[in-house]
């Protein structure tokens, strides 16, 4: 009797064993966190390989594995998780424009630089989006769609010193000295201490 009475019944198996799946999987997190803090990417990503097994379909474990895969340079294995995500959530703007991650490391492009327009058709004005797409025109040698595309993004981000960046660079590689020390000028009013600004204005008094 003693022994029936502290067996738990059939409700109490069930909140035990969600107790236990969710702090085994707060751990998980946790210890994932602290691991990529540490710059153990590989680690971070065993810390959540047993919740991958038991939810092989949640979206967030697959992004962020995609995440954890292009820190640690697996960069094919990075691109299917986060193609995998988007098969999940095709409205997702992580998984868009965490495909050019990947994409960006292996110089692919054009191909980074689809995905990045694919991503402003739902949000036109993404600030990653857009920078993105910006890595990828200087990558193509596109000074001219560079150029203007920045000037663009000077225009809706004035503050910002990122996409002054890019507007310098396209101008310096089409010649135009004044325009790319006006353009690393305004660099320097956001950012004092930009190395690459400062020594192009050094470098072309």
Same mark, same amino acid.
């Given at each position: &009797?003693?022994?029936?009475?502290?067996?738990? @019944?059939?409700?109490?198996?069930?909140?035990?064993?969600?107790?236990?799946?969710?702090?085994?999987?707060?751990?998980?997190?946790?210890?994932?966190?602290?691991?990529?803090?540490?710059?153990?990417?590989? @680690?971070?990503?065993? =810390?959540?390989?047993? &919740?991958?097994?038991?939810?092989?379909?949640?979206?967030?474990?697959?992004?962020?594995?995609?995440?954890?895969?292009?820190?640690?340079?697996?960069?094919?294995?990075?691109?299917?998780?986060? #193609?995998?995500?988007?098969?999940?959530?095709?409205?997702?703007?992580?998984? &868009?424009?965490?495909?050019?991650?990947?994409?960006?490391?292996?110089?692919?492009? #054009?191909?980074?630089?689809?995905?990045?327009?694919?991503?402003?058709?739902?949000?036109?004005?993404?600030?990653? =989006?857009?920078?993105?797409?910006?890595?990828?025109?200087?990558?193509?040698?596109?000074?001219?769609?560079?150029?203007?595309?920045?000037?663009? &993004?000077?225009? #809706?981000?004035?503050?910002?010193?990122?996409?002054?960046?890019?507007?310098?660079?396209?101008?310096?590689?089409? @010649?135009?000295?004044?325009?790319?020390?006006?353009?690393?000028?305004?660099?320097?009013?956001?950012?004092?201490?930009?190395?690459?600004?400062?020594?192009?204005?050094?470098?072309?008094?």
């Amino acid at each position: &009797m003693s022994t029936q009475r502290h067996r738990p @019944g059939a409700l109490g198996l069930v909140a035990l064993v969600f107790l236990t799946t969710s702090a085994l999987g707060q751990s998980g997190w946790q210890h994932s966190y602290e691991r990529e803090a540490a710059g153990d990417y590989a @680690g971070a990503m065993r =810390a959540l390989e047993p &919740m991958i097994e038991s939810q092989p379909s949640n979206e967030f474990l697959i992004l962020r594995s995609a995440w954890l895969k292009y820190l640690n340079g697996d960069y094919n294995a990075s691109l299917r998780d986060y #193609r995998r995500a988007l098969e999940l959530n095709e409205q997702s703007l992580d998984a &868009m424009l965490g495909i050019t991650l990947p994409l960006l490391a292996q110089r692919r492009w #054009r191909e980074a630089a689809a995905q990045a327009h694919q991503a402003l058709t739902v949000a036109p004005y993404n600030y990653y =989006a857009h920078l993105r797409l910006m890595v990828a025109e200087e990558g193509l040698q596109q000074w001219r769609t560079l150029a203007d595309h920045a000037t663009e &993004m000077t225009m #809706r981000f004035p503050s910002d010193a990122t996409f002054f960046v890019y507007l310098a660079r396209a101008r310096a590689w089409q @010649g135009n000295v004044a325009a790319a020390r006006a353009a690393y000028g305004h660099v320097l009013e956001r950012a004092p201490g930009h190395e690459e600004a400062a020594a192009y204005i050094r470098s072309n008094r």
